[in-house]
């Protein structure tokens, strides 16, 4: 019988944990059905993820979570040996807090060994355990997201959060303090404004160098925008100025994680934005993801992780206006010429 690739056990290990897009969960148990190693390999980490659920009714502090990924990270590149001296340690030590939860702490760090035993590598799977746990905690902020615009809407009289702009007016200036409404991310401070929707579901967890997102309450209503680009890593739908009818059953695009045109604007608001589009930018996914994809949230509430940029809800390059080709100059002031060209900034 051929072994199992990478791939399939990546597919099979998302499976299991929960953690599979339902494309992917599909394919999973098309996989596990038709090969026995498959089968074998998802009862065992199956076993060895059972200790997990006695912790589902816990609090478990996101401090611990992230120095827990760290450590075993830190010791896996070092050594197996280290690796196992420290879950070792784990399950013999008694920190203070919590006593319910620390006592079955021991047992998830056996988890943990069993999972990265059956998997095969000792480095690779805390990476990727990691990738896809931002992914999934990226989706739920989105659909946090839409919760919010879904409540404003209904406190609105059925208003979309929306600023008044005028024809021409730049829409990349995240942060500018003028009064004139300069940016696509106004539109969704309103929602933070009105206390729809946390500050901190606006920064993706995937994101390199993540800000720490602190706002003041007491500056809310006295802001008119994010404070700067770092306080929110997604990009926006600019609509077209003059709305059309949209074919049915396919759902607009609200929100995505940030377009990699626009990872870098100027930082001076008094200068001309100058972008010069090349063949990288025009196929290179979202940095939020290490380039593996982005999370779009559309206007229905569903949430999808594309693998390119192109979908089969649009059928369009989100990041991209139709007429936009390698060397077309971006200046910040584009709009949409139909309601179908989809596009998302900054």
């Not at 944990?17 to 494309?23: D, I, M, R, V, Y």
């Not at 040996?81 to 030590?93: M, P, Y």
């Not at 926006?236 to 059953?249: M, S």
Request: proline share 6%.
């Amino acid at each position: 019988m051929t072994p199992l690739n990478n791939q399939q056990e990546r597919l099979v290990f998302d499976y299991c944990s929960g953690l599979a897009s339902e494309e992917d969960a599909t394919q999973a148990e098309q996989l596990i059905a038709s090969n026995e190693q498959a089968a074998t390999l998802c009862e065992n980490l199956k076993a060895a993820l059972a200790p997990l659920t006695d912790l589902q009714h816990l609090s478990c502090p996101r401090e611990l979570v992230e120095g827990t990924i760290f450590r075993l990270n830190a010791a896996a590149r070092a050594s197996q040996r280290k690796l196992e001296q420290l879950l070792a340690a784990e399950q013999v030590r008694t920190p203070k807090g919590n006593r319910a939860f620390w006592s079955n702490f021991g047992k998830v760090a056996a988890a943990a060994v069993v999972v990265f035993i059956v998997l095969g590598t000792w480095f690779a799977p805390l990476d990727v355990i990691r990738q896809r746990y931002q992914q999934l905690q990226c989706k739920r902020q989105l659909a946090g997201v839409f919760q919010g615009f879904s409540n404003y809407v209904s406190d609105h009289d059925g208003q979309m959060p929306a600023v008044p702009t005028e024809a021409g007016a730049p829409w990349w200036k995240v942060g500018y303090k003028g009064q004139e409404n300069h940016s696509t991310t106004r539109n969704m401070w309103l929602l933070v404004k009105g206390r729809y929707v946390e500050p901190q579901y606006f920064s993706c967890p995937g994101r390199d160098k993540q800000a720490v997102v602190q706002i003041d309450p007491a500056e809310l209503c006295a802001r008119n925008d994010f404070p700067g680009r770092d306080y929110i890593s997604y990009s926006v739908r600019i609509c077209c100025r003059k709305p059309q009818h949209t074919a049915a059953g396919k759902p607009k695009i609200l929100m995505a994680d940030l377009s990699p045109r626009f990872e870098r604007l100027p930082d001076d608001f008094n200068e001309p934005l100058r972008l010069v589009l090349t063949r990288e930018l025009l196929i290179v996914n979202s940095a939020n993801h290490n380039r593996r994809g982005q999370n779009v949230l559309l206007c229905d509430g569903s949430v999808i992780f594309m693998k390119q940029r192109h979908t089969e809800v649009s059928g369009d390059d989100i990041f991209t206006l139709m007429e936009m080709s390698p060397g077309f100059e971006v200046r910040g002031c584009e709009v949409p010429s139909c309601e179908t060209d989809n596009f998302l900034a900054p």
